[in-house]
């Protein structure tokens, strides 16, 4: 079995011209099953019919000694049992091996969020320089709405309904969704329109623009936001998904509403929005070993405990 033999490129078209994947998406499936054909090389396993199930979990067995993340492992199946699907309805193969298997799973990493204060510090910039007043409005709005990176730098202008206080974004799978923007959004953005429409923009469509005209990019977003970082002493590595994580764990510690803020987030699966509920369930455990008078006191979840 070699790499690019006849049936990979058949799925790569099959990918590319039925299906219409992405280019990204078309590459990490075939990226997955290039490394499917290495182990299937060094297994002596000559033919896509003659891989079976125990073949695959000791490619997942390989996969977590080299520290793959059940995550990636996961993505890994997915691309393999699509692969196999499109063997069977060709008639090639009358199995997937893959059919009934899961990775193993990864620890689930809590998203790192700032709290209140450090966002009122933060977003506390004075002055009224361009690049200050551009900044101000980015930051509120990264705050105000939850955006994600790309949908910030790729808002326009009409994009923003005033009277409603919303702005229009498209999201992941080119999905809009009218989201909210805050009074004290509103008021950045305002401020910034106006610092816009004074300067000469090669790109009149966009909502935030680099000094040359053009449409900002996410580099520079990224570099901005750890400028007002160190500018505003806000401790830790800020970055433009940390506000919208701060944005959805206040939101949800306020209300408990966890459908309005997956209907805010953006997220086609509920599952993807619960990992708030732990965040939010951390803070109320912190507070609770602080304030209750016959709280441990101690860090939870120590090897005592265990």
Not at 121 to 127: C, I, R
């Amino acid at each position: 079995m070699q790499k690019n033999d006849l049936w990979q490129s058949k799925f790569l078209q099959h990918l590319q011209h039925e299906r219409n994947l992405s280019p990204n998406t078309v590459s990490a499936y075939i990226r997955d099953i290039d490394k499917l054909t290495s182990f299937c090389e060094q297994a002596d396993i000559g033919s896509w019919e003659n891989l079976r199930s125990h073949h695959l979990r000791e490619f997942l067995a390989k996969g977590h000694q080299e520290g793959l993340s059940g995550r990636s492992q996961q993505r890994s199946l997915s691309s393999i049992r699509a692969f196999y699907n499109f063997l069977n309805r060709e008639g090639f193969v009358r199995h997937n091996p893959a059919h009934q298997l899961s990775a193993p799973k990864s620890h689930q990493k809590l998203p790192k969020t700032l709290d209140a204060d450090q966002v009122s510090k933060l977003l506390d910039v004075q002055g009224n320089k361009w690049h200050t007043i551009r900044d101000r409005a980015i930051l509120e709005l990264f705050y105000s709405s939850g955006l994600r990176l790309s949908e910030l730098v790729g808002a326009n202008l009409n994009d923003i309904s005033w009277d409603d206080a919303t702005i229009k974004v498209l999201g992941k799978g080119n999905k809009e969704r009218v989201l909210p923007i805050g009074a004290k959004a509103q008021e950045a953005l305002g401020l910034w329109v106006k610092a816009r429409n004074a300067k000469r923009a090669q790109d009149s469509s966009a909502l935030f623009i680099s000094e040359r005209g053009t449409r900002i990019s996410p580099r520079n977003v990224q570099s901005r936001i750890r400028h007002w970082t160190r500018s505003q002493h806000v401790a830790g590595n800020v970055h433009p998904h940390m506000l919208r994580h701060s944005f959805a764990s206040h939101l949800l510690e306020s209300s408990g509403d966890l459908r309005a803020i997956q209907e805010l987030l953006g997220h086609a699966d509920i599952s993807t929005t619960q990992i708030y509920t732990h965040l939010d369930f951390q803070h109320l455990a912190e507070v609770y070993d602080k304030a209750h008078p016959r709280a441990r006191h101690k860090s939870r979840h120590t090897k005592k405990d265990l």
